[in-house]
């Protein structure tokens, strides 16, 4: 079997994505809607957990901090609206040279595949706010991998499954901002774990949480497969 790249899974804020820190906005959103305040020690508590886990799927983290199923399902719900409103309001716009990498990438017969952490509702507002609605082939959220988003690898190996792009799981890049892209990326058995340095996390916390290589940003991407090929 050919150990060459034939699909790579990218994470989209962050990594694809510039959002200018809208999820630390929207969280406050949210916060402030379930009682807590920013400028306390509980906002400022639950800050620090949302930006240690970046990735994440976001009901986890909700329900991490807000305990109860209900009360996690009403913060990521109004969440989820906050976000959306900022993107409604064209507060996003793609990382520099990430359509460009997306389209060489695609040309040079790698299937591309497009990850988030937001819920489904969310990914297509960002993917309309760009205009990349048929960009690539698939795009995944946590509920099309069964409910379990980042740090576990189910999104990854959902795509390997649905695109059968690839005859193996070494024949799987990953590429994204956070530890927990990276983890995700590790779990899953892929050939390259590739952190940005254009988001959420630094490279000495992308590289302890195992990435394979680190890069400026996603636009560097496709040379670096083309030289592991």
């Avoid at 402030?32 to 906002?43: D, I, K, L, S, Y």
């Avoid at 716009?93 to 790698?110: C, N």
């Avoid at 489904?120 to 205009?131: F, N, P, S």
């Avoid at 959220?141 to 390997?160: I, K, Q, S, T, W």
Wanted: negative net charge; contains cysteine; proline residues 3%.
């Amino acid at each position: 079997m050919s150990h060459s790249i034939r699909l790579v899974v990218l994470d989209m804020a962050g990594t694809t994505v510039a959002d200018g820190g809208l999820v630390e906005q929207a969280f406050s959103t949210a916060a402030r809607r379930m009682g807590v305040e920013p400028g306390t020690p509980a906002h400022a508590a639950h800050l620090d957990y949302v930006r240690a886990t970046m990735g994440e799927s976001k009901i986890s983290v909700f329900r991490h901090l807000f305990g109860d199923e209900t009360r996690a399902r009403q913060a990521n719900a109004a969440f989820e609206q906050a976000y959306g409103d900022l993107v409604a309001e064209g507060r996003i716009a793609p990382v520099p040279g990430a359509r460009d990498a997306i389209e060489e990438l695609t040309s040079h017969g790698r299937a591309v595949v497009l990850t988030t952490g937001f819920a489904r509702a969310t990914q297509d507002a960002i993917l309309d706010a760009l205009g990349w609605r048929g960009l690539v082939e698939l795009t995944l959220c946590p509920a099309d991998a069964g409910g379990r988003g980042r740090p576990h690898p189910d999104m990854v190996l959902e795509a390997f499954l649905r695109t059968r792009a690839a005859d193996g799981v070494q024949q799987v890049a990953v590429a994204g901002d956070t530890s927990y892209d990276m983890l995700s990326g590790r779990r899953s058995g892929a050939g390259v774990v590739a952190g940005v340095r254009t988001g959420a996390h630094d490279e000495a916390e992308l590289r302890a949480a195992g990435a394979t290589h680190v890069l400026g940003s996603v636009a560097e991407l496709p040379r670096l497969l083309e030289g592991l090929d």
